[in-house]
């Protein structure tokens, strides 16, 4: 079975570093693109940048880029999603998700969130 | 791309049908993907390639459209189904955009 869990809430101050985690099982962790998606509170959805495994090729969204950092450790299938300063309006809910294959550009299997919380 | 929804809330009774619209600002193709989202969960995949349904989605969920205009169909809405529906279009990977999503309630 295809799972993302991810690493629980997140209470920060303003300029404060963060890294979240998304640990992934039952299936090739290196095979398949990751994503982050963003969901600030009653808003839309908004997709940050995607990482490959197997190489670490990372892409950004233009507004996210040199905001967020993407990572992944391939020994333990696990992806990242790592901030250096946070600022309060990085409260949001943030998924990772698992690119299809099958149809690249979809998201076919999601983890569970993690919410973070940036408030002094 | 920008993608834009419409509704941005429907109201239906269960058992009737509901239509949801989303528009891209250029062609994507049939490259158009709707999610659904329950609260307090994460989203869904239902359709891709603008009208196939996703492994296990009912056959009340039909899908249609093409380059900028699409639409979501449920048929007969059941109490599961009254959630946020979103588009995203997947045409300029890898830069993917969500539509702003059409809240479905009930009546």
């Known amino acids: 079975e295809v799972q993302l869990v991810q690493s629980g809430a997140e209470m920060k101050k303003p300029g404060d570093s963060l890294r979240i985690s998304c640990e992934t099982s039952?299936?090739?962790?290196?095979?398949?693109?990751i994503a982050w998606v963003r969901q600030m509170p009653g808003k839309d959805l908004e997709w940050m940048g995607i990482?490959?495994?197997?190489?670490?090729?990372?892409r950004y969204s233009p507004s996210f880029q040199g905001q967020v950092s993407i990572s992944v450790d391939k020994s333990i299938s696990t992806a990242y999603l790592q901030w250096s300063s946070l600022r309060a309006s990085d409260t949001a809910m943030y998924y990772c998700?698992?690119?299809?294959?099958?149809?690249?550009?979809?998201?076919?299997?999601w983890g569970q969130g993690t919410q973070v919380t940036v408030s002094a | 791309i920008m993608m834009t929804q419409s509704p941005a809330t429907l109201s239906v009774s269960p058992g009737e049908r509901a239509t949801l619209s989303c528009r891209a600002s250029?062609?994507?193709?049939?490259?158009l993907a709707w999610y659904q989202q329950k609260p307090g969960q994460a989203p869904r995949l239902l359709i891709y390639?603008?009208?196939t349904r996703a492994t296990g989605i009912p056959a009340r969920f039909s899908a249609s459209g093409s380059e900028t205009e699409f639409t979501l169909t449920i048929s007969s809405l059941q109490s599961e189904d009254f959630a946020v529906y979103y588009c995203?279009?997947?045409?300029?990977?890898?830069?993917?955009?969500f539509g702003g999503g059409t809240k479905v309630e009930i009546k």
């Open positions: 998700v698992r690119h299809s294959i099958t149809v690249a550009g979809t998201f076919d299997y």
């Open positions: 039952g299936y090739k962790f290196f095979a398949y693109w």
């Open positions: 990482i490959y495994p197997a190489d670490s090729d990372t």
């Open positions: 250029q062609t994507v193709s049939s490259n």
């Open positions: 390639g603008a009208s």
């Open positions: 995203q279009q997947y045409t300029n990977w890898p830069l993917l955009t």
